[in-house]
């Protein structure tokens, strides 16, 4: 071998960085759009099986001849969730991700795109289930809500700190449940305010309707 290896250049590409920057542009045009037809948005996010879409249809019911609501479910394949706000008489769009985990900005574009934003007062976003990815995408949301339910086992907070930490607030649902599993839902809310001690959590059972008013109400509806 003689000479020296030809030296090419090296570009360093922070691909989290370029992700989730294009991301946020997105998410700031979303909320643009939102604020010029005074929407308020809400971004529900938490596992499979934590009642998201059970609590939608308590507020929805609870907002019903009030508020004109609109409800956005992401979903990897179904329309489940979609078709059961629907039967409260409740205008739906579905994004079917396919493979993606989570929502992000340019999908809520994307399904709002033909939407005439200025029938709603009120948008719910159930994000796709699963309590990882979803909280590190910005949808251009007002509030980023939290869903944990007593279901879970104990660690689902310890276990998620950083979604925790992302939330504007969080929802403990099926608390009607807490008894019968002997979980400890003081502990719970322990260990969010361990992560976060301003943090405001709601204790809610969707199914009873417990506490689903004191949520309304801090949401300003
Ligand atoms: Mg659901
Ligand atoms: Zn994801």
């Known amino acids: 071998m003689t000479g020296s290896p030809k030296k090419h250049k090296t570009v360093g590409i922070d691909i989290r960085k370029d992700l989730f920057g294009a991301n946020e542009d997105a998410a700031a045009l979303n909320k643009k759009k939102f604020r010029e037809h005074g929407l308020v948005v809400l971004d529900i996010m938490g596992s499979v099986g934590t009642g998201k879409t059970q609590l939608i249809e308590a507020l929805c019911d609870r907002l019903r001849g009030r508020r004109q609501i609109l409800m956005v479910a992401g979903d ?7 078709d059961r706000v629907g039967s409260h008489e409740i205008d739906t769009v579905q994004i079917n991700t396919g493979t993606a985990c989570h929502l992000d900005a340019r999908m809520i574009r994307v399904a709002l795109d033909d939407v005439d934003l200025s029938k709603y007062d009120v948008v719910f ?7 990882i990815c979803p909280a590190g995408y910005s949808l251009g949301a007002d ?8 279901t879970e086992g104990p660690y689902m907070v310890r276990k998620h700190p950083l979604t925790i930490k992302r939330a504007d607030m969080v929802v403990i649902n099926k608390i009607d449940l807490a008894d019968i599993l002997e ?12 992560v976060d001690a ?7 059972s969707s199914k009873t ?4 008013d004191n949520l309304l109400k801090a949401l300003g509806f």
């Open 76 to 82: 990897l394949a179904t329309t489940i969730d979609a």
């Open 125 to 131: 976003i159930e994000n796709v289930g699963n309590l």
């Open 143 to 150: 509030k980023k809500i939290v869903v944990v339910s007593v």
């Open 183 to 194: 979980f400890d839902v003081d502990a719970l809310v322990r260990d969010i305010r361990e």
């Open 198 to 204: 301003d943090l405001p959590v709601f204790r809610v």
């Open 209 to 212: 309707g417990d506490g689903v």
